[in-house]
């Protein structure tokens, strides 16, 4: 049945390969648009009379292989699109109205920045010399103000106030921001793709998974005993049937396998769009699309590269203190025994 499968495969613009075979069984891994696969699932199970199964997840976004198609067939003009229009919008009497790219220069209430600079200034230019740029100032604000936006409210603007107030504004802002770098941190690690983002655990995962999970976890736990942060280690569980949520602690650490249909990935994402406002979360993972969503989601990131290197960097950073505080207290130890030997010595001398 690999033959059909690889042709249909083809014919649904995706590619794929051998990755595995074990016996009568081979494995084919590739991708392929979402659109043309949808419910090829039941085909393969269909002509492989049951012993056939597909496994899909997402990839990510690429150029669609029917653009042409499908921009035909939405049928979108943007020159119709008020919502997002092409041109500039200008207001008058209340109201706005569109103005193309061509004509903007005649509705224009002052002089463009791209506009080309005067004779005389090109002069000065040239000899080298050079020219003050021309700023606009608060009085020549306060006239645009009132012929445009305060055109119909008959009020008047008052600019110095205004900037005072947006100074004061500023200030309450960053004390604000302030107060919220306190906030308690939590790290959350997407653990199979840290696994296999890592050479030694991935050489290891080949051999015993968990024997590659449990040194995660201990790397983690160091790393927790140090920065004394909340590190929340996620891995795949979705592929069990009627798994439920597991969550557990290891150390001082938790562990979290989700629940049959959700992925590392979407715990990841829900933990951080409900918690970004509360904690500080940071992401650690080395996939494209997670780290796009993260990112939009405000929260911070670390690749796999640059959590190990963190990790290092710590441990290497907490073993110097250690040795550091060790001959720190050697030395004072030898300063009291010499000090007790001289005490002694002058005790003798005098009983002499």
Same mark, same amino acid.
């Given at each position: ?31 392929? *648009?979402?659109?043309?696969? +949808? ?7 269909? /002509? ?6 597909? $496994? ?6 690429? *150029? ?15 020159? +119709?699109?008020?919502?997002? *229009?092409?041109?500039?919008? $200008? ?5 706005? $109205? ?40 608060? =009085? ?8 445009? $936006?305060y055109a ?14 947006r100074e004061? /504004? ?15 941190? /939590? ?12 050479? =030694? ?34 891995? =795949? ?12 602690? /290891? ?20 933990f951080a ?12 993972? @080395? ?12 929260? +911070?990131?670390? @690749? ?25 207290? +050697? ?8 000090? =007790? ?12």
């Open positions: 049945m690999v033959g059909r499968a690889m042709k249909d495969i083809e014919k649904m613009q995706g590619t794929c390969e051998i990755t595995q075979t074990d016996g009568e069984m081979i494995t084919l891994t590739g991708s392929g *648009p979402v659109v043309t696969m +949808r419910n090829y699932q039941k085909e393969v199970i269909a /002509y492989t009379k049951g012993h056939g199964r597909l $496994f899909c997840s997402l990839k990510g976004y690429a *150029p669609c292989h029917n653009a042409e198609e499908v921009i035909e067939k939405i049928g979108y003009d943007s020159e +119709r699109d008020i919502e997002n *229009p092409t041109g500039s919008v $200008f207001c008058a009497h209340g109201a706005g $109205f569109l103005v193309s790219w061509d004509e903007v220069k005649d509705y224009m209430h002052i002089e463009s920045c791209l506009a080309p600079i005067k004779e005389e200034k090109m002069d000065e230019v040239i000899e080298g010399k050079s020219y003050e740029e021309e700023w606009i100032g608060l =009085d020549e604000i306060d006239q645009i103000l009132n012929k445009t $936006f119909n409210q008959g009020e008047k603007s008052v600019w110095k106030k205004r900037k005072t107030a004061s /504004y500023y200030e309450s802002t960053q004390i604000r921001s302030k107060l919220n770098e306190v906030r308690e941190e /939590y790290l959350l690690v997407d653990g199979y793709n840290i696994i296999y983002a890592w050479e =030694d655990l991935k050489e290891l995962a080949d051999l015993n998974m968990d024997g590659a999970r449990i040194k995660l976890l201990d790397a983690l736990c160091n790393y927790q005993g140090i920065r004394k942060c909340q590190i929340i280690a996620v891995f =795949d569980a979705y592929r069990v049937q009627g798994h439920r949520t597991e969550i557990m602690d /290891y150390h001082n650490i938790h562990v979290v396998y989700t629940k049959e249909a959700e992925t590392a990935d979407h715990y990841i994402e829900k769009h409900i918690h970004k406002h509360q904690y500080t979360v940071t992401v650690a993972t @080395s996939d494209g699309l997670e780290q796009v969503i993260i990112r939009g989601a405000g929260c +911070r990131l670390l @690749s796999a590269r640059e959590l190990k290197m963190e990790i290092e960097y710590v441990s290497q950073k907490a073993l110097e203190n250690y040795r550091a505080t060790q001959v720190s207290e +050697r030395n004072l130890l030898s300063d009291a025994l010499s000090e =007790d030997l001289k005490e002694r010595m002058e005790s003798l001398r005098k009983g002499e």
